[in-house]
């Protein structure tokens, strides 16, 4: 069983930035593949970014390019993402989540794919 934990949301104006967090309570870390997700009120979970087990490709929802950063540590057994030039449209709960495996190169990025969920993280983007 792999537990995560996200940090790092909160409340912040358009245009400004966030780091969000998420410690995994493994040690085989770096065989996991990572995702962010969020949900907004309303709407279905969907996919903001994700990153290999290895970590030599990322992939980006189209509206978060060029904004969004996502990262990965292996000594610290952690995810992280990047968000800059936040917009009110960004507003929702995010999740970390962690698959087992998976391709080096292509990353997951469908929600039924990822094992282990976080219990997620508000950001608010005020306009």
């Known amino acids: 069983q792999v537990q995560l934990e996200e940090s790092g949301g909160g409340l912040v104006q358009a245009g400004g930035s966030l780091r969000l967090s998420c410690a995994a309570s493994t040690r085989t870390f770096s065989t996991y593949a990572m995702g962010w997700f969020r949900q907004a009120p309303g709407k279905e979970r969907e996919l903001v970014a994700a990153?290999?087990?290895?970590?030599?490709?990322?992939v980006y929802a189209d509206s978060v390019k060029g904004r969004f950063t996502i990262s990965r540590d292996n000594a610290k057994n952690a995810v992280y993402l990047q968000m800059n030039n936040l917009k009110p449209e960004d507003t929702a709960v995010y999740y970390c989540?962690?698959?087992?495996?998976?391709?080096?190169?292509?990353?997951?990025?469908?929600?039924?794919?990822?094992?282990?969920w976080g219990q997620g993280t508000q950001v608010t983007v005020s306009s």
């Open positions: 989540a962690a698959a087992r495996g998976g391709s080096y190169y292509h990353p997951r990025t469908l929600a039924y794919e990822y094992d282990y």
């Open positions: 990153i290999t087990w290895s970590g030599a490709n990322t």
